[in-house]
């Protein structure tokens, strides 16, 4: 396989497995001098450490990091960042009852058909716990972009058919739910929502919305590296993410240009502004300057207790029913990832656009 | 800037303004020993010409490919397949009247920031122009594909408000309608619809969505190489993309694990078999042998001849009426752009999958 | 076949066989802004340019380039910048005489095996003249250079056994000789080995030696992007070079570390000198200040006239003797293609580094 | 900073200091079942492993290695291979006395200049240690080789003035003696040279060839991955390298074209035979058939015991002596390194080249 490592500029490559001895991340081209501490890292991997609540799988997971290299004295040495999480508790019995079968909705029989064999220990390489990898480089990107200006924030938007009303949008409400929703009324909709799906030994899928602020305009590339092309990829990298949109997304299709396009106009202090935001902050590719905004759609766990039809390696029609602790719905967990991959994204495209101008690249030469 | 070259083990790379000399691609890492015509390239080509219907621009672009390297008698040689289209018709004073201003909806503002200059010609690299070196190498692309088994068909799905209807799906009836719409009662509705646009001096989005079959089970990669991840930056690519979806997609966030997951079956002959078709042929990034489903919104052309609030290069708020010969709708033409990036990427995934097991590249070097 | 695109934040994609239309790259990646004219090319083109003396090829090649795009109103615009220059002589008949067999020391062996056909149109794209894109590229990457206070000087060091004296080294004197040599009584020696090489229908070989100044301390990166070995992919890339040096090279395998290491010493302005340059100006894959020079050799052309022993593609032991027009020596011609390609390195690096430390890129964001 | 991933099909990324926690590197694109103990890997790094003989550094480093990830019941899964060392013997004050100054041949003021800090712990990025994430990789690529019937072979070929005589050569020999030299006369010669250069408190250069057998023809590319510019970046990228050579290398410069082609003759068994390996295997950037070979030339150990002039990082005229535990020469280490390099990138174009013909790629997915 290929295909672990992410970035132009900034690289991150991550390796491991749900039940090898670890998971972890190589960050390479990280700016030297940046004060990083484990706190700064620790601080991410927490908002994704499952068992917070009764809606994530109650896996007691530690998932504390260690930083192995490119930290000395407190500051990024501009070498490699080494970050390892070790795996600690591993009841592979709880997967023992589903080694021989495919579940439905996961990959265990393409991952058979491509590798050749059947890691029946959890899903291995496309497990959940592959992110873990991504958010330890994602705190490290919002790091930098902080020291740039730059603020990155994702949410729950919805959950099941139960969707946030943003004229109550409440930043702080997001950390007061085990939802990460910024709304209380929807937050409580949505745990009654889920409380029916675990009764009924089901699970619910929802999306993610990611606003970044403050980044400058003039940011991504044209053709292949525009912006939201490297965002959506980003995005679509995470498990179970089946949508991508930016700005107004799906909804421009039944739009016209009149209402989609975005008006300029002069402000009071003489800058340009748009009177509104349907291309979500990225036109032709290129950040025009207002806050970016993405959303994603993630599925339904496909780990069910009911009981479901499939096949066995034998190829024989079997019925299971998964035990095990699964989350009944995966977003909350997987609000902090989509904001590690923008942030990375973002950052990584400010620091190529570094080389855009030939005056901009003569200034730093003339000053070193 | 950078990001003109896309690929991993297949790479192209496009080069070209709306309104320079021309348009071309450089197609690296095409297998050796392939038929390949004039003919084979000018016939997707010729898909995305405009001034085919009244529901494209008017302008002339006989938009005629040379090749001019990569292949000899007849058959590509292994090195790179260079191609060029020459620019013919560039009545650069269609857009004279724009040259100081920034038009609302397109990336003039966002360039002019990045590069430091105006490029009044039209768009420039943002020009739809850019995407004639993608159908090329598409057009190779699927070729290949082809010789392997996977065919590619792209349509238009919906057009503003009206979405063709799937039970009267015709493959022939795209070719018939200038919309590329395989539903001839949606076709009727939406020439309608896009004539009352223009009397309104307005223009429409829409939907364009692919269908990929033959892809055998096991391609693409965990972690950042998935196969929907790579289809999302490769489609998201395209200028005025605004959403990219596999599958169920956005639907699936609404859903639950019971119904979203696909069940497996065995079927009369022995194989496996998937009961319904929710995830799109990707599942953790790894084709599972079903048709491969994906779509794509996209915005309403930009340029619009009804007046419209914007501001100039000197900061002051003015007034604009987008003259010149514009497409009211840019789906129709978008759609073998779309099929041309989704066969790129299913080529490279394919190719690269060659070296996933230890016991295949043994064979291959034993047959040597 | 894929490695037809080289280089990290600046890329440029070669692409054109000896005998098809012509020959070309794209360069992606450079600045907008930069004053770029036909002329500045051409002036490199020129001197790779053939039959310019008896001691080089009596074809008649044109090679004038034309400019595709990325450059308006005679600045370059960020867009990638595609040249093509187109080939003209192509008299193939020359070449008839060795379309069944493998020439000695050349390629076409290799070619037939890896590709499964045999171009017998003069080497495709192992033909020397794949270089005119990367000199067409160097030429940018020298300008660019210039406007940073960057100079790159190659120059023939020696032809057979004839070294140059560098106590006599004359810049002017490379002008104005036939070899590019920058000493007078070696070129005449040279010469005159040549001739003799002529007479006995034979070839020589030789060195090429690239000296640049005003690269400064600090620019490369650790493990596998060292600046000179990105150096040593550049050169080797080029076909013909058997070796590559930096500074003391192959010397230093015999020097011990006292007369190795350069000493630090403090000059009169307060700055930090080495009193040596044994280093050539690269420690530990980064530049210390000090001119970086390296060194190349190439192997006599493999194109004789004399008699040789070979085989034909039926598997026959045969006798050839190479008609046509070739160089008795490649290095006067080489030596802007070494000079190109290092030029391209040094850029190429140097833009790597504006994003190596934290206070610079928060400058630069805060400047925007 | 970039530049710690290598490859193409195949990637490396090494990460780690000689005094943080540990030395490690990420193997991704390894294809799935391959059977991989630890004892295959240790076997490498015990090779490069100090304080073996009086010619290496007394350190004590044990250089255990760990597999993190990538290998599922004694097999390769086909994820991503994380090995990891630990660093054991730290001992930091060995190195307090050059925290504030420069060392003459070494890269601690490129990398203070370039970084902004000293790290004083013995070179950080630019130690030795560095390459054991690279022999850790190589006894991963060399297994597989190994598979595919290629075996890489390298050895000290010489130190200071003390060269091997071939006609002696014993591959047994090499792991006789302390020096790796396949000559036991040339390895007392050598021995008896560098217990000289101890008591003159002083060290020595030397260089390293390596051989590699069963490599089939058409392996490597044209233009920039060319397979000679591949490994001359590969081995150059090894700290300490001034030269790098293929075949005659430099001796090609002063040969002719009669002497330096190598003629192709018929054997009995009707196979395609060269009298001569004055190519050392490899033509136009592709391989031939015959033994790859390749040489190296390393300079002396920079940190000598003697007196030596230097500056501080206050810029002032110092004289230091390097203390501490250091390798009079480098070279018996460094040759595992080679060998790891070498196998890797082989290994790395091997794979590449199963995409190069139509037909392969055909049977491949035939046989699917």
Chains 1, 2, 3, 4 share one sequence.
Request: net charge neutral.
């Amino acid at each position: 396989m290929y295909g672990s490592t992410f970035g132009n500029i900034l690289k991150i490559s991550t390796w491991g497995e749900s039940h090898g001895a670890g998971i972890g991340v190589v960050i390479d081209g990280c700016p030297a001098g940046l004060p990083l501490s484990l706190e700064d890292i620790q601080a991410y991997l927490d908002r994704r450490k499952p068992g917070q609540s009764r809606f994530t799988t109650q896996r007691k997971e530690a998932d504390t990091v260690d930083i192995l290299s490119g930290v000395f004295e407190g500051k990024t040495t501009g070498t490699p960042i080494s970050l390892m999480v070790r795996n600690t508790d591993q009841r592979s019995h709880d997967y023992s009852q589903i080694a021989d079968c495919y579940r439905p909705g996961h990959a265990d029989r393409n991952y058979d058909i491509k590798y050749g064999f059947r890691d029946y220990r959890g899903g291995g390489r496309s497990s959940g716990r592959e992110t873990i990898g991504r958010v330890a480089a994602g705190a490290v990107a919002a790091k930098i972009l902080k020291e740039l200006g730059v603020e990155v924030t994702a949410y729950t938007l919805s959950i099941g058919p139960v969707t946030i009303d943003k004229s109550k949008f409440d930043k702080e409400e997001m950390g007061r739910n085990a939802l990460y929703m910024p709304d209380a009324d929807a937050a409580k909709k949505a745990q009654a929502y889920l409380e029916d799906c675990m009764k009924e030994k089901n699970s619910s899928g929802g999306m993610v919305e990611c606003v970044i602020k403050g980044v400058p305009a003039g940011i991504g590339e044209p053709a292949f590296e525009k912006l939201d092309a490297a965002l959506a990829k980003a995005i679509f990298s995470i498990g179970a993410v089946k949508s991508f949109e930016v700005g107004d997304g799906i909804a421009a299709a039944s739009s016209d240009g009149l209402h989609n396009n975005d008006a300029y106009r002069m402000d009071e202090e003489g800058n340009v502004r748009k009177k509104t935001n349907h291309s979500g902050g990225i036109t032709g590719g290129i950040s025009d300057g207002a806050p970016i905004v993405l959303r994603a759609a993630f599925k339904p766990t496909p780990s069910v207790a009911a009981v479901q039809e499939t096949v066995n390696r034998r190829g024989e029609n079997i019925e299971i029913s998964i035990k095990g602790r699964h989350d009944p719905i995966i977003v909350p967990r997987a609000v902090v990832v989509v904001e590690s991959m923008a942030a990375f994204v973002i950052l990584d495209a400010m620091l190529g656009s570094m080389t855009t101008r030939m005056d901009a690249v003569k200034d730093f030469f003339k000053n070193l």
